[in-house]
């Protein structure tokens, strides 16, 4: 889908209605990192969409009311989620013309901590852009469902870029990439299922809560600070080149290839904040030990245990449900556990 082809709407008619969607979250194997003008991403991405993390959004627009946004995450007013929400319906107006038409009460809720490190910006902005296709299919008549998720992913992407990948399960690719066919910088595809081994099919996605507060630099600055990076533009190329080894790891299951490439990819990431000017840190002491420990238990057992990060201190730790499952669970538990905060592990899985 082009920016052209979704200003093609016809009338709306426009009246007060409550809608409710969820959409879950993703973990990037493939790290987004560094963007352009109008959210185009500087290199392809591609991530796991979760299971279980969710955002449930119940969403009431009120019709022919002044354009206001008040938004409630778990009962409570968050006042500043309204700003950024009515800059971001403001912004998307000339995608859906009656966007500001009316009033709007969001109610949100996360099945995820708060601060957990589990994306809930994903999760949050797919989960409107759910909504908000919802109304407009309300307004001006039914479109398909694909055609409909299509638009939505392309929304959440001018949202929080990551969340347009969060609109379909499975393996899911944003940003323009040469082997995989109908990506785009616009919106995710979904990366073929025919494409992938078994073995990928069945995975786990636990988080350590290493560190629960507030992140030192947020996305947007980070991504901002590739700007100047010296290293930004082989980071970009180096990321659109992984996508060559990733198609053939994913398509005769090379687990020992994937873990490399993935725990690369999460490492480059960290390191891009290094070699950013001003320089940051988003790991933190329990996140070096965990890594360390986990490369340890890799080489004693050879068992498929390894990690990803996101833009922080968190450690999301990936293996594969093929018989070894239970051995690694019982080492999380005893020996990665004690690095947390509070004893803090969010268990899920991608399943599809
Ligand atoms: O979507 P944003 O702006 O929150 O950026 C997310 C960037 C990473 O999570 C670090 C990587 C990714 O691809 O999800």
Not at 214 to 234: C, F, I
Not at 299 to 318: C, I, M, R, S, Y
């Amino acid at each position: 889908m082009t920016t052209q082809e979704f200003l093609g709407k016809e009338n709306y008619t426009v009246t007060s209605q409550t809608v409710s969607e969820s959409c879950p979250s993703n973990i990037a194997l493939i790290k987004y990192w560094g963007k352009y003008a109008d959210q185009i991403p500087a290199n392809p991405s591609i991530s796991y969409t979760l299971n279980h993390c969710k955002t449930n959004t119940i969403l009431e627009f009120l019709a022919d009311q002044p354009f206001s946004v008040q938004t409630f995450l778990s009962g409570n007013e968050e006042v500043k989620f309204e700003e950024k929400i009515e800059k971001y319906f403001k912004n998307i107006e000339q995608y859906l013309p009656w966007i500001l038409r009316g009033r709007y009460i969001i109610k949100t809720e996360n099945t995820f901590p708060h601060s957990s490190g589990i994306a809930s910006s994903a999760s949050g902005f797919g989960a409107i852009a759910k909504c908000l296709m919802a109304l407009d299919e309300l307004f001006s008549g039914k479109g398909s469902e694909e055609e409909s998720l299509g638009k939505a992913s392309f929304l959440a992407r001018l949202g929080s870029g990551s969340a347009c990948r969060s609109l379909y399960n499975g393996l899911v690719v944003w940003g323009s990439s040469d082997v995989v066919e109908g990506s785009s910088d616009l919106f995710a595809v979904r990366y073929p299922d025919e494409d992938i081994h078994a073995i990928f099919k069945d995975f786990n996605d636990w988080v350590l809560l290493i560190h629960e507060g507030q992140k030192s630099v947020s996305s947007t600055v980070g991504h901002g600070l590739m700007n100047t990076n010296p290293y930004a533009e082989r980071r970009f190329q180096e990321a659109r080149e992984n996508f060559i080894p990733m198609k053939e790891i994913l398509k005769n299951g090379d687990m020992e290839r994937f873990i490399t490439l993935v725990e690369h990819e999460a490492l480059t990431l960290h390191a891009m904040m290094m070699m950013s000017d001003p320089a940051f840190i988003l790991m933190k002491t329990g996140t070096l030990e965990v890594i360390n420990k986990i490369w340890d238990f890799r080489k004693e057992t050879g068992l498929p245990l390894f990690f990803t990060l996101d833009a922080g201190a968190n450690v999301h730790l990936l293996f594969p449900n093929n018989g070894a499952e239970e051995k690694i669970k019982t080492f999380i538990e005893s020996e990665l556990l004690p690095h947390t905060q509070k004893n803090g592990v969010v268990k899920d899985v991608m399943k599809f």
